[in-house]
């Protein structure tokens, strides 16, 4: 943590992402990785993060009064993108261009080159940023050229250079969590899955990466589709550290693949267990086939660690949709993962997705049915927002998307859009669907936030009173939400209007124009 009266040589600035209440804000863990080796080398790193701080102008003014080296900010695509170059564009005016802007995150690394062709972007770093922002710093620091930098993209003059792409860490290398850049307790939440829990934290990755080949999803992508993991006892000390150290009752590891050595899992599993702690834990990694072949002793050893809720990627209740996104797996497959997870005691939650080029409302109706069945066979299964298909670069599906239709933005600020289904009204996000079917397939990804998402989201929230009464509010609503998906209303639904508005005002501001 710093004061205004600290010295500052590198300022990192995370933006909002549209959608940032209770324990739906995680730590930056993209600017904790990267600020580790700087904070080791003895640079002096800030974090301002734009979610949890009200005074985040403020404090961007005082840090560039101290004159750091460069600025750093971090964006994924869609909205984030609008508050990163809000950003941006106060930085370069404050500093009169005189302070490099450095772009990193999700989005610039898969279109790094159009990202530096903006005029509030001087270097992208592609991929992972843990080595290559020392360097960047060091090179700023030194006047020397940027072209020795493994991993950036960079305006000189009016041409955009490209240095050489840099290797994929290894992990087992990375530094601690440098917990003291930020204040903690302003991630530290009631748990949004796990019941009853009240400081629970996002403690980050112990593995990175995955090796499988979904046609939709850029993090695999983004790292060649490589999993690298964290030997057991690195990876029991970012466990165990954090939850002894901010004595927390529950945690998340988001490591994309968490699960897929299940060796490696359950002598984690076991370590936790050896240690004594008692905590709760979920992950947003667990392959459905993998998990599938996990015997029963297994699965209970998870159970016996804290493992309260596993988070799968069922994507799609048709198996023709399946199989054009390379997912691995069948309808049956998911049916049985949910099966199991009763049996042993876990509780799983179920990611769904529509929209994808070629698919047709029967397969749509089959991701519905699936829904419905997996809720049917057991009650206590969790769902996140049937989300509507996006096309994002370097994906397998990318190309398949342009020459179904797809017309991507020319440049850093026609992305801002790209995630919004009121912007996909007309066409531009899944333009193979009539307009009539666009509606009703952004119907229902609203219905099935207030069914599933909105009660759950409530949970975060630290106000016991004001939890109550908005869990009674949105209690009938979910319910009758939840009987329209359950029957395939979607098609008709003006209650819906309220739900957009609200979502407008309330995540994306009064300042906001989504179309």
């Known amino acids: 943590m710093f004061n205004k009266d600290d010295d500052i040589d590198v300022l990192l600035i995370y933006p909002k992402t549209g959608i940032d209440f209770g324990s739906t804000i995680a730590p930056p863990h993209a600017f904790l990785t990267i600020a580790a080796p700087l904070d080791k080398k003895g640079y002096k790193v800030r974090i301002i993060d734009q979610r949890v701080d009200n005074l985040w102008r403020q404090h961007i003014e005082e840090s560039l009064q101290k004159r750091p080296i460069c600025v750093g900010v971090s964006s994924m695509t869609g909205t984030q993108i609008y508050y990163a170059l809000e950003i941006a564009k106060i930085v370069r005016e404050a500093a009169n261009g005189s302070i490099p802007i450095v772009w990193g995150g999700a989005h610039p690394s898969s279109m790094p080159e159009q990202t530096a062709e903006d005029e509030f972007v001087d270097v992208v770093c592609v991929g992972e940023g843990d080595i290559t922002l020392m360097e960047l710093v060091e090179a700023f620091a030194r006047k020397s050229p940027l072209m020795n930098v493994k991993g950036i993209v960079f305006k000189d003059g009016n041409k955009i250079v490209m240095t050489p792409q840099r290797p994929l860490l290894d992990i087992e290398g990375l530094l ?5 850049l930020i204040d903690l307790e302003k991630y530290i939440h009631r748990d949004f899955y796990i019941k009853n829990i009240k400081r629970s934290l996002d403690i980050g990755q112990t593995s990175r990466g995955c090796p499988f080949d979904c046609g939709f999803c850029s993090s695999a992508s983004l790292r060649q589709r490589k999993w690298r993991a964290m030997s057991v006892e690195k990876s029991l000390e970012r466990i165990i550290g954090p939850i002894k150290q901010f004595n927390l009752d ?29 905590i709760k834990w979920y992950t947003s990694g667990t392959r459905i086939d993998i998990f599938n072949r996990s015997s029963d002793e297994q699965i209970k050893l998870l159970k016996k660690s804290g493992a309260d809720t596993l988070k799968f990627g069922a994507e799609s209740g048709s198996d023709r949709i399946l199989k054009l996104m390379q997912k ?25 997705m529509v929209g994808f080029p070629g698919e047709t409302l029967d397969d749509i109706n089959q991701t519905i049915e699936l829904f419905v069945q997996l809720k049917k066979d057991n009650p206590k299964a969790q769902f996140e927002a049937i989300g509507t298909y996006t096309a ?21 600020e026609g992305w801002i859009y790209w995630l919004s289904d009121e912007y996909d009204i007309e066409g ?7 307009r009539k079917d666009r509606k009703k397939i952004g119907n229902l990804t609203y219905m099935s936030i207030l069914a599933n998402i909105s009660y759950n989201a409530i949970e975060g929230i630290e106000n016991n009173l004001l939890r ?36 407008k005002k309330i995540f994306y501001g009064s300042h906001r124009n989504i179309r």
Request: a positive charge; one cysteine or more.
């Open 176 to 180: 601690n969590v440098p917990w003291h």
């Open 428 to 434: 531009r996000k899944i333009p193979w669907f009539g």
């Open 392 to 412: 994002l670069p370097k994906t397998p599906l990318y190309e398949l998307a342009i020459k179904s239709g797809l017309k991507p933005p020319r440049n850093l």
């Open 328 to 352: 691995g797996i069948r309808r049956e497959d998911t049916i049985k993962a949910n099966l199991k997870a009763k049996r042993c005691g876990i509780t799983p939650a179920f990611a769904l």
């Open 468 to 503: 109550l009464a908005l869990k009674l509010f949105i209690l009938p609503i979910s319910h009758f939400e939840r009987f329209k998906l359950k029957n395939k209303w979607y098609a008709f639904a003006p209650e819906l209007g309220i739900a957009r508005y609200l979502r």
């Open 250 to 278: 529950g945690i998340w590891i988001r490591d994309d693949e968490f699960y897929i050595d299940r060796n490696r899992a359950d002598s984690i599993c076991e370590g936790i267990i050896k240690s004594g702690i008692k």
